[in-house]
């Protein structure tokens, strides 16, 4: 809980100063006046007087603001006109609204390269087991399928190099309504065939981290070997220990670790664990041994288990690119990450996704605790990729946003005079209420996922 608090304060720091900064450098360029850079609003709790620039930390962190000069919020000395935002051409009006979000998005696209630069350990796309009766499992993948290649719908094939780029792929895939193919082996390499997944099923379901499971891929090979067993529990009564190899459970072949816990789990029977025979290695010899799960809740199911760790660890590979490789990924994945999420408010507002999919402030902490763990390389990525989101969504021709200043400053160009007061404050007052509905929507999500449904 404390590191998913300070690294949700990290991210947003890093994301509201470089926002704010870039309106504040674009109104410095154009001969602006600033009057005030404050990360946060509300009550202040730090401040510095510039030479100009009153830099402050206030209360909220949700947030931030560019306080300029502008003759249409309070009276303007006549030796100061001319730094007066109001007073300025429109196209460095509009050159200081842009640079907000396009300041999000080149932060996006550096801290993406840097990480291709840096290189990061990611799990090879070997799949494990998939989930029974998922559209996974009735394409016919299964446990130790090797991925090269994807294609997203009439895309080209795009080389798969691990199980992240599947995720990616797949997300994207059912947020559009398309199909996907899989260019796959075996494990050594041999087998290699072409595998279609269905994915029409999924379209308009929450692309969130269930969304694997509910694909069937959400588990990653691994082999099915016994890790720490516990004391007393049903594995250790029955002779099982750390290590061993499992072979086969009721006469059927084990292929991975998930397979091996999706039997476990269908093991009951009326709500009773069954008896089950495995058959194992240790140290070059095979043994049978019979186990009897117990039953424990999971969230709230009742699930079948044997206490004791399966899997063993995952096959990784570090993934590196030089300069301009990365710095080209970095763009792609930026990109790619804008337009992922302005479909996904698209089809929010058109009705063809749930509203489920919206989250808010506990789950970008939940994620950003998460990344947190995961290495300094995962943040790096996980703060890109909330700078992506930030940037694009700003851009939206939303009153309140950006975006929505862009849209006055177009008709001002289309038609030679701004937009009336009248309908300014109209429509400023309009672009609060859809935020607020969004922040309620996002926030009520976060209620039910975390608090009903832990």
């Known amino acids: 809980m404390l590191t998913s608090f300070w690294a949700f304060l990290l991210t947003l720091a890093i994301l509201i100063v470089v926002h704010e900064w870039g309106h504040y450098r674009a109104a410095v360029s154009c001969g602006v006046k600033v009057l005030r850079f404050s990360v946060g609003f509300g009550p202040v709790l730090w401040r510095k007087q510039g ?12 947030g931030g603001y560019v306080r300029m000069l502008d003759e249409r919020e309070g009276p303007v000395d006549p030796s100061e006109q001319h ?5 300025k051409p429109l196209w460095q009006r509009s050159w200081v609204v842009l640079a907000g979000p396009l300041s999000n998005l080149v932060l996006a696209l550096l801290l993406y390269a840097s990480t291709f630069w840096m290189g990061v350990d990611v799990a090879k796309p070997i799949l494990g087991t998939p989930v029974m009766s998922s559209p996974a499992a009735r394409s016919g993948l299964a446990a130790g399928d090797a991925v090269h290649a994807i294609r997203v719908g009439d895309k080209d094939w ?35 065939h072409e595998v279609s997944l269905d994915l029409h099923e999924l379209f308009g379901t929450p692309v969130d981290r269930e969304l694997m499971r509910r694909v069937g891929l959400d588990e990653p090979y691994r082999d099915p070997v016994l890790g720490p067993v516990k004391a007393d529990g049903p594995a250790f009564k029955a002779g099982l220990r750390e290590g061993d190899r499992v072979l086969a459970v009721n006469d059927q072949l084990v292929r991975d670790a998930s397979g091996l816990r999706q039997t476990i789990r269908a093991s009951l029977a009326q709500g009773r664990p069954l008896d089950m025979r495995w058959r194992v290695e240790r ?7 019979t186990v009897h799960p117990v039953i424990e809740m999971d969230g709230d199911k009742n699930v079948a288990k044997v206490q004791a760790v399966i899997g063993g660890p995952l096959d990784m590979i570090v993934v590196r690119y030089g300069p301009i490789e990365g710095l080209r990924r970095g763009l792609a994945r930026t990109s790619e990450i804008a337009m992922l999420n302005v479909k996904m408010l698209a089809q929010l507002v058109i009705g063809k996704s749930s509203i489920k999919n919206l989250g808010g402030t506990f789950s970008i902490a939940d994620m950003a605790g998460q990344a947190a763990q995961l290495g300094f390389v995962v943040f790096v990525s996980f703060v890109a990729s909330m700078s992506a989101t930030l940037g694009a969504l700003n851009l939206l021709p939303i009153p309140a946003l950006d975006g929505g200043h862009l849209m006055y400053h177009l008709f001002e160009w289309v038609t030679g005079r701004p937009i009336p007061d009248v309908w300014l404050e109209r429509l400023q007052r309009g672009g609060l209420a859809i935020l607020l509905l969004l922040m309620s929507l996002a926030h009520y999500n976060d209620v039910v996922r975390y608090w009903f449904h832990p």
């Open 83 to 87: 730094r007066a935002f109001n007073r």
């Open 158 to 192: 795009e080389p798969i190099e691990s199980l992240d780029d599947i995720n990616w792929y797949v997300s994207t895939a059912v947020l559009n309504n398309q199909s996907v193919q899989f260019d796959v082996s075996d494990q050594r390499g041999g087998h290699r």
């Open 283 to 289: 140290r070059g010899e095979t043994i049978e041994v």
């Open 51 to 62: 030479v100009e620039t009153e830099f402050v930390v206030s209360a909220f962190p949700l």
